[in-house]
């Protein structure tokens, strides 16, 4: 089964995306990119040939083989368990706890606030319009970053990345909601915990690779 292609149904900008790339790199896994538009044509991931790969029509998706894995905090877990080598989750059970917590501050109180089709429900329900969309961004991303500042910087467990001295979940989850953060022009510098380990991060090719522009689908600079 792990010799079994990998295709990754992406979106270049998708944070959720962006997280399960940085653990197939950390993992040193070759996997194929399947673009899906979440913009064109209002959007391929409506299409009734992605809603039979993915009901919920969100990015990602991970196909092993003709298995179909979706949410990317499982597709994650499935990597890791799969893979074992460079594991992303610590082996005592306390510090797989504080990962956990971090990864879902990230991924189910901050992301699920300001992604695309809430962004899009603020415009056509409530008329909001770009400025308007960016400071509901900043106010969440904003709430989420000062409780993870807090809990990195008061926790001896944090080292060079979210817990100790080697990239775990949380920081695939981390790094891809700082990226929203700037987009959106949330000031980081009340942050700097969560800013060092950004740049740490980023200095590693996993990371570096897994970004948004530097995927096949995303527009020319």
């Known amino acids: 089964m792990n010799g079994e292609s990998l295709k990754l149904y992406s979106y270049w900008r998708s944070s959720a995306a962006f997280r399960v790339r940085i653990a197939l790199n950390l993992k040193g896994l070759e996997y194929q990119i399947i673009p899906v538009n979440l913009l064109q044509g209002g959007g391929e991931q409506h299409g009734a040939a992605y809603r039979e790969i993915n009901p919920q ?21 499935y990597l890791d368990e799969t893979w074992p ?23 189910c109180d901050i992301h699920p606030l300001n992604n695309l089709r809430v962004q899009q429900y603020l415009t056509n ?20 970053f000062a409780a993870i500042e807090q809990l990195l ?25 700082v990226f929203n953060a700037r987009r959106a022009g949330l000031d980081l510098a009340p ?24 995927q096949p689908d995303a527009p020319p600079a």
């Open 57 to 77: 029509e969100l990015v990602p998706v991970l196909m092993h083989g003709q298995r179909v894995f979706r949410q990317s905090l499982a597709i994650i877990d």
């Open 85 to 107: 080598d460079t594991p992303l989750m610590p082996t005592i059970a306390r510090d797989r706890e504080r990962v956990r917590a971090i990864a879902q501050a990230v991924a």
């Open 125 to 144: 329900e409530f008329g909001a319009d770009e400025a308007a969309r960016e400071k509901w961004m900043r106010h969440w991303i904003a709430t989420g």
């Open 153 to 177: 910087d008061d926790n001896p467990s944090t080292g060079e990345f979210c817990e100790g001295d080697v990239p775990t979940m949380a920081d695939c989850c981390l790094v891809p909601q």
């Open 191 to 214: 942050y700097p915990v969560i800013s060092r380990i950004e740049r740490a991060c980023m200095a590693l090719p996993a990371f570096d690779a897994a970004q948004p522009s530097k």
